[in-house]
């Protein structure tokens, strides 16, 4: 008995021992060794850039109305908008970026702080488009704020012109003085001359964006284009489409969202926007061989030519869904071309902020006196590179491809029909409805359309926002796109708002829209 309880008290101090032993490894051995706690500047930076990018074949395409939807079991065309994107994480990211950069030896002003200001100025504009007034100057404080009062929405354009400024000074100076590289840059493999143009360049899209405040002595929008474009020493821009921020695809780890493994799932649940199409058939204008195919009614049933702009017919965003459902599986409609956005994992880059864009964003500003120049010339730029985007010819010819009816891989040849299409650029701008009108009312429809056509497949919702702005194009509606037949002016906020910022969220809410987070009411920027 005695030995049994010898034994016990053994026992019981060793485990005394141990569990002394446990509690003061304790948190040693609850730090997974295998995850990170920090990450280099350059990594943190890859991830920030891949936030950054729109994909093509979302929502925001329909919306943009350049392809619409026809199941209604995998989507529709309604614009019941919800909540708003915000990227806050993103944002976080972004200071954490500027941090770990300054840890491994950079100096105080380095490429890493200059890329930073240009992600606060992209990042808290777009959330601001799609919203309104948002938090910002108290944003991103962790738990020293977890209720942030709202920022205006000019004062975040303003503040955003302002980094954007400070970005092109910091830029420069590192560029001139070697003041350090970056790394894990996967739009222009780490090119800092690259990124002080696509500085500039967006700064140039903010202002076009600003255009009804375009006497707001405060933001002087106009003297602020002036400044870019009279002084390309100090503020340079994209001087072509090599200078594009676009995101490029491969056939591993980023592959384009229309490619021959979704082929079968998507390809005919979606045809091409009346709005979109027409305008390009209007003008006889040879992107829309390029981009669409001819529907096969017209070709196999009323025996037209696949180059007969006739052929090409986009449906009515408005139209019933039954309906367009309908039309589409009697070939009634246009898809987009599949020898170009399906027989490939790599298809076209993603384009977020262009050198065709840019060039109508200056016609434009020309046209409205903001700065002097030559707007024809811009404008015919822009039209000239959107082709060669595509790979047409201002004179000669190349080839195009539609898909042979009951074909079922994209990705061979053979699956394909081909005919040549004529190009002659001075028979095309010499129509009426193509030759810059002036500096007048004409000349920016036809500028803001241009730019339509242009930016098909890209930039987000930057054809959206045109529209909203200026009108054109003329997006259409009807039963197919709900909200009693408007386009609407916003998006909601998101729901946490209501739940973790809820008295900042109702005065931002009283201040812009009566008290109503309502997508029918116009934020500041186009009253």
Excluded at 133 to 159: H, R
Excluded at 297 to 325: C, E, H, K, R, W
Excluded at 459 to 470: D, P, V
Excluded at 495 to 512: G, I, K
Aim: charged letters at 20%.
């Amino acid at each position: 008995m005695r030995k049994h309880i010898k034994s016990s008290l053994f026992l019981c101090l060793g485990l005394i021992i141990l569990s002394a032993g446990c509690k003061k490894d304790l948190n040693k051995l609850s730090v997974n060794e295998n995850k990170p706690t920090t990450a280099p500047a350059n990594l943190i930076l890859t991830g920030v850039l891949t936030n950054l990018y729109d994909r093509p074949f979302s929502s925001y395409e329909v919306w943009d109305q350049y392809y619409l939807n026809n199941y209604d079991y995998y989507g529709n065309n309604r614009y019941d908008f919800g909540s708003g994107n915000v990227y806050y994480t993103t944002l976080k990211n972004v200071i954490k970026m500027e941090e770990e950069a300054t840890k491994a030896g950079q100096e105080t002003v380095n490429p890493y702080t200059a890329m930073g200001k240009f992600f606060r100025a992209y990042f808290f504009t777009k959330m601001s488009l799609q919203l309104g007034d948002i938090p910002m100057t108290q944003a991103l404080k962790g738990t020293e704020n977890l209720t942030p009062v709202y920022d205006s929405q000019k004062d975040v354009f303003k503040q955003s012109l302002t980094w954007l400024e400070e970005a092109n000074t910091e830029f420069a100076s590192v560029i001139a003085n070697k003041k350090g590289s970056i790394d894990g840059d996967i739009y222009f493999g780490n090119d800092l001359s690259k990124w002080q143009k696509t500085v500039n360049s967006f700064k140039l899209r903010l202002l076009i964006e600003l255009s009804k405040k375009e006497n707001d002595t405060d933001l002087n929008i106009k003297q602020q284009f002036a400044n870019i474009i009279n002084n390309p020493t100090k503020y340079p821009i994209f001087q072509s489409s090599a200078d594009n921020l676009q995101f490029i695809y491969n056939d591993k780890t980023n592959k384009y969202p229309n490619n021959p493994e979704n082929y079968g799932f998507d390809n005919s649940r979606n045809n091409s926007s009346a709005t979109y199409v027409g305008l390009l058939t209007q003008a006889k204008d040879p992107r829309v061989f390029v981009t669409n195919e001819p529907a096969r009614y017209y070709v196999d049933q009323l025996n037209q030519s696949p180059t007969d702009f006739n052929s090409f017919v986009g449906a009515d965003p408005g139209l019933d869904l039954g309906i367009m459902y309908s039309n589409a599986g009697l070939q009634k409609y246009s898809f987009i071309n599949r020898k170009r956005y399906y027989s490939t994992f790599t298809a076209e880059p993603s384009v977020q902020i262009g050198y065709p864009e840019m060039c109508f964003n200056i016609a434009e500003a020309i046209n409205r006196g903001w700065v002097s120049g030559n707007a024809e010339g811009w404008y015919i730029k822009g039209i000239q590179s959107s082709w060669d985007f595509y790979g047409i010819p201002t004179t000669g010819s190349f080839t195009a491809y539609f898909y042979k009816p009951g074909a079922t891989d994209p990705t061979k040849s053979q699956n394909y029909n081909s005919y040549t299409v004529n190009t002659n650029w001075a028979n095309y701008y010499l129509q009426a409805d193509v030759k810059y009108a002036g500096n007048n009312a004409t000349g920016i429809n036809q500028i803001i359309n241009q730019k339509y056509l242009a930016m098909f497949r890209h930039s987000g919702l930057e054809a959206f926002y045109n529209y909203r702005r200026t009108g054109i194009p003329n997006f259409t509606t009807g039963v197919g796109t709900g909200n009693s037949g408007r386009i609407p002016l916003r998006f909601k906020y998101p729901n946490s708002e209501l739940t973790s910022n809820s008295d900042n969220y109702q005065s931002a809410l009283q201040s812009q829209y009566a008290g109503k987070d309502d997508i029918n009411l116009a934020p500041w920027i186009i009253k």
